[in-house]
């Protein structure tokens, strides 16, 4: 893997455990703010949703196989010029 590849990985690794943070965070403070109204439900915010989704986007990318044709293998080079084949999502 290419120096480049490995300090994109290390830092999605940082913002997936920050995220989880947050994501607990939220969750802990809903809970307790339906604890304070009585609540019989817990209604979590949309930032905790959005916050989610982009830790499970995250964990998709880290765990995609690289044999997936969007994903190019560990140190293959994308095609530069225009009569080469095209890497599509």
């Known amino acids: 893997m290419t ?8 830092e999605l690794e940082k913002a997936r455990d920050t995220l989880a943070s947050v994501e607990l965070h939220l969750a802990r403070q809903a809970e307790a703010n339906a604890a304070l109204h009585c609540a019989t439900r817990v209604i979590y915010s949309p930032l905790h949703s959005k916050v989610a989704a982009t830790r499970a986007g995250i964990d998709r990318t880290l765990g995609a196989p ?24």
């Open 3 to 10: 120096d480049e590849l490995v300090d994109m990985r290390r």
């Open 66 to 89: 690289a044999a997936d044709p969007r994903f190019p293998a560990a140190g293959a080079d994308l095609p530069t010029d225009p009569g080469g084949p095209v890497w599509t999502a």
